[in-house]
């Protein structure tokens, strides 16, 4: 009888486990919020101390008549009225209007053209990047004050170098005509280390590509500047164009240190007729009603601009 063997069968494969995925547990997105949240709470809240809090403060005041330290009286619009019945509002007005357009004329392009220089530099670029922030950090008044040593007519730097070569001297803070661009010069000559060096960073961020190919069609550097530079700039230049709008409306120290307003009120800027409401004549109810009224202007001017200008900055 032969031998019946039982037929091979192939040995069951074992099957790996499959990891089994466990449900989220129950309130794990709300949780990761709270805690977001409460590391926000303290920025929110010294944001809102110090930036919202002024301003519904000064809404309060300017229907008011206090002298803070007796008790307020409510006035309704009788601060608006009277503010919008005085002369120098106009005056302030037109003035600081007249200091943003200098501004922009004088002060907005220089930086950039300046950036466009310095980005030719080679060797000693560090020198010169210290020698064009360096009047950022000299505190305002101190740098004023220095200017005003430059404008003096009689001894100051400006007429002494000019008259050398038979000009002047000029009466560059005691005329009503040049008071005004005497201010705009120095406080050009302030502020513009800061958006040179934000130029700077931005030119480094170009493609040197870009260059390479409008230099090999022929283009010229003032072609490159305009058709390569500037459209690749173009958000920063929104940006900081924006940011000078909102600081020259608010100019302050200058006419306040330089002229005081004077003379015959050419220099006589919105924030500094607010000091004068405020801190000599003791009308802290108009003080806070014009506070307010230059905060919804600047508040539309944003919008305007940002509005106007969206499409503009991201083609």
Sequence with gaps: MALLTPSRRPAPVAKEPV???????????????????????????????????????????????????EPAVWVGLDNFRTLFDDPLLGTAVGNTLFFVVLGLLIGFPAPLVLAAVMSTVRRGAGVFRFLVYLPVVIPPVVAILLWKWFYDPGSGLFNNVLGKVGLGPYPWL????????????EATWAGMGGAVLIYLAAMVGIPGELYEAAEVDGAGIWRRIRHVMLPQLRSVIGLLLLVQLINTVQVFTEPYVFTGGGPENSTLTVLLLIFRYAFQNGEYGQAAALSFLMVLALALLSAVYLRATRSWSKS
């Design 19 to 69: 990891p089994r995925t466990l449900p989220p547990r129950r309130g794990t997105g709300s949780r990761k919020q709270f805690t977001a949240w409460l590391f926000l709470v303290p920025a929110l809240l010294v944001f809102g101390l110090f930036a919202w809090w002024p301003i519904v403060r000064s809404l309060l005041l300017s229907f008011q008549k206090t002298n803070l330290v």
């Design 174 to 185: 005691e005329s009503s005509g040049s008071a005004m661009p005497s201010l705009v010069l």
